[in-house]
């Protein structure tokens, strides 16, 4: 029973479970302030589109890194694979150098009760397919997060457990995603990262969580508050299509359900960019608005998805973690690439 009360990386935070009401803070935080700019400044539409570029495989994430910023913030919609493996090779990137001064990864997929049998289990070199279940066999983790986690590690930075135990007390994903909820566990997330800012000076963080705890136009998110603080976090969102399973594409969308499940998706459907990889530098008037520094769109082309997992868990595997000179050949982000390559038409 506690199992499936804790069930809460699919949702929490997520972008992507649809909306039915405008009390979903999903279309609250996320959908409606598009399309709020798009109404209120028409011309929004072609500055956005303007910035939007090809993603190329060798895109360099650290030249995004304001200096003084002290946390770069992944905001994602929880459980995609082609968004699992970028931020997994954006984690592997900037862990990789060294020069850039990452010291620690903080994460919603760990509560900070499970931390030091996290910590345990990479001791013991635990296998990925048994790694959740070392670390809480209460608790149903997604690769997403214990990937990600194992990147991090494994290149040195230390992983910091955001999440509390709130929210199976409280009735699992019901009551996380409630404005008492977010709010709650935000404050807390703030909270262990201010602690070790407080006490190392030169602490800088990557953290991974969803889009909601991210955006610095949500009061009291996380990147509020970090904001707030003097952090000045850049934030980088992740958006993709929806599941090929979902037979949901930019011919037979309508235009009420783009607007309301898939904003971008229905925005970079306009303009025949939905089936690219993307990035978007968001242009400073419109980050305010839109509570974001980044956006990056990644088609979610999910026809390779097995075989890009089984590559993955293949490589996990290996014990010589760190020979990857590459990081897309990183065990972490090698099905990335796979996924990046692979056609619309596939």
């Known amino acids: 029973m506690k199992k499936l009360l804790f069930i809460f990386f699919l949702l929490l935070g997520a972008v992507y479970a649809p909306a039915q009401s405008t009390d979903d803070p999903n279309y609250r935080y996320f959908y409606l302030p598009l399309q709020r700019l798009l109404a ?3 011309s929004a539409e072609v500055s956005l589109v303007g910035a939007a570029q090809i993603l190329p495989d060798n895109y360099n994430y650290a030249a995004l890194l ?6 770069v913030l992944l905001g994602e919609i ?13 984690i592997s990137q900037l862990g990789k150098n060294k020069n850039l001064g990452f010291t ?13 049998a996290f910590e345990e289990a990479e001791r013991k070199n635990i296998p990925f397919e048994q790694l959740g279940a070392h670390i809480n066999p209460n608790i149903e983790f997604y690769d997403s997060g214990l990937t990600a986690m194992r990147t991090a590690n494994r290149l040195g930075l ?13 009735g699992g994903t019901a009551w996380a995603l409630t404005d008492e909820g977010l709010k709650k566990r935000n404050e807390a997330w703030f909270s262990a990262m201010d602690n070790v800012f407080r006490r190392q000076d030169r602490a800088r963080f990557m953290v991974h969580c969803g889009s909601l705890h991210s955006q610095y136009n949500i009061e009291n998110s996380l990147g509020d508050l970090l904001k707030r603080a003097g952090t000045d976090p850049l934030v980088i969102l992740f958006e993709s299509g929806p599941d090929t399973a979902e037979q949901l594409t930019c011919e037979n969308i309508s235009a009420s359900a783009a607007r309301y499940t898939y904003g971008w998706y229905e925005f970079f459907c306009r303009h025949g960019l939905a ?4 990035i978007l530098k968001v242009p400073p008037q419109y980050a305010d608005k839109l509570g974001m520094d980044v956006l990056v769109y990644i ?12 590559d993955m868990e293949r490589l996990l595997k290996e014990t010589g973690f760190l020979k990857y000179k590459d990081s897309r050949t990183h065990p972490d982000s090698t099905a ?9 038409s596939q």
Do not use: C, W, Y
Request: aromatic share 4%; hydrophobic share 35%.
């Open 158 to 170: 230390q992983v910091v457990g955001l999440d509390i135990d709130d929210i199976l007390e409280k």
């Open 104 to 116: 620690h990864f903080a994460t919603e997929f760990l509560p900070q009760s499970s931390q030091k």
């Open 336 to 344: 990335s690439q796979i996924l990046r390559r692979a056609t619309f």
């Open 66 to 71: 304001p200096r003084q910023s002290r946390a």
């Open 275 to 278: 089936d690219k990889n993307l």
């Open 78 to 90: 929880h459980d995609r694979d082609a968004i699992v493996r970028e931020i997994n090779h954006i």
């Open 299 to 310: 088609h979610n082309h999910n026809a390779l998805r097995d075989m890009a997992k089984k």
């Open 40 to 42: 209120q400044n028409p």
